[in-house]
Structure formats: C-alpha cells, structure tokens
C-alpha cells in the first residue's frame, strides 16, 4: 500500500511520524512524508521518501514581526498575526499536499494536519487514517490534555466533555483557514460549522495512538 503521511508542524510534531513511517515501511508498506522543507535532511536519513510543502513553523514562531507581538503581550494582535499564518499554511499544505497524495493509496495525519488532510481525502477519495501522539478522541477514562484533570468523583462525563471542548477550540480557531482552503484551491463546500469530526470518512477506519516505550522512543 501506498500512505502519504501527513506532518506538519515543529520537529517534535514531525519526529512520531517518522517513527510510524519506518515502521510501515518495514511492514511492506511505500511511505511518503509530506512536511515542511526544512525537515528534508531529517526525513530523508530515516530512509522515507520526502515530499516538502512551503512555509516553516519555526521561522514563523521566530519571525521579527511575532517576536515583537509576543513582547509587547498584545493577545488580539497576537492572536490575528496567528489566524494570517493558518491561512498562508493551510493553502501551502492544500496546495502541496494535493500533488503528494496524488498516486496514494491512504492519507494518515494527526491534529497538525487533521483538517486540511480531510479535506484532501474527500476532494481525492482516498480513505483517510487518524494517527495521533497525543489522546484527541473523546473518551471518559482521562480529560483533555489541554484541560486540567477532574475531581474523580464527578465521573467520567466532565472528562468526555473536555475532549469534545478542547475539539472546538481547535476547529473554531481554524475554521475560517480551513474554509480558504477548501474554497481556493480545493474546491469544496465549507466544512460543518462544528467541524469535520462527525463525517462519515472519519468513522469508517480505526483511529491509531503512537505511543512511546517508557524510558525509550519509538
């Protein structure tokens, strides 16, 4: 099978892809990794075929112009400088990630590219795979890693709910990106206003975890 992995993101979003790339490689499985330029040495040493998208997240987060945002501590300048970047990387990554997955059997990302990557999936009609490092499917065992953990005798709802919260945080600030994209260069309708997470291409596969070795990598 042929599997576009889809990685955007900082090193450390890149580096558990990798990991999962070689071992579907080993599995008999040809793996392309679609990330950012910057990382091409990176990929490539692991043996996985590389196939850049432009922008880099590093420079971005380390550019003059966000540098002097965050100094000055103007959360609303922040937060739209923030939105104008999502834009510019979700048509970089719909743009190249349309030429990428051409020729592919299955698209597998994480958050860093969830929705975008969906989008190609659909626009393609490739199955589409979730792959993440983190816990990011509603569950009631453990909340949200982006909110703190409940009192254990409210049960297990408020940790479901977290999940379903920390969702919509997360789509609602790439909603309006997500729509550029889809509408640019892709050329499909806006997605649901509570996002894409109840499509029929999410629920027909099974959802993976990478999971670290304790005291090891992966």
């Known amino acids: ?11 450390g979003d890149v580096e558990p892809y990798i990991a999962l790339g070689k071992g579907l490689g080993k599995a008999g499985h040809v793996v ?13 040493s692991h043996g996985l075929e590389f196939w850049p998208v432009e922008s880099n997240v590093q420079d971005i987060a380390q550019s003059k112009e966000m540098r002097g945002l965050l100094e000055k501590g103007n959360f609303l300048a922040i937060m739209s400088q923030m939105a104008k970047e999502a834009q510019r990387g979700a048509l970089a990554l719909a743009e190249g990630g349309s030429a990428a997955c051409r020729g592919m059997d299955l698209v597998l990302a994480g958050i860093g590219g969830l929705f975008v990557d969906l989008s190609l999936a659909e626009k393609l009609g490739l199955p589409f795979l979730q792959a993440y490092y983190i816990p990011f499917t509603p569950t009631q065992a453990y909340p949200s890693f982006l909110l703190p953990k409940q009192p254990s005798w409210l049960g297990g709802s408020l940790n479901r709910l977290s999940h379903h919260v920390t969702r919509q945080i997360m789509w609602q600030g790439f909603r309006s990106a997500d729509r550029l994209a889809r509408q640019k260069v892709l050329g499909l309708p806006a997605a649901p206003f509570l996002g894409p997470y109840n499509t029929d291409r999410v629920h027909h596969y099974p959802i993976s975890l990478v999971i670290s070795h304790f005291g090891g990598s992966v």
Request: without cysteine; hydrophobic residues 50%.
């Open 1 to 11: 099978m042929r599997i576009a992995i889809i990685a955007p993101g900082s090193r």
């Open 32 to 44: 392309r990794l679609v990330t950012h330029q910057n990382f091409e040495m990176l990929v490539n």
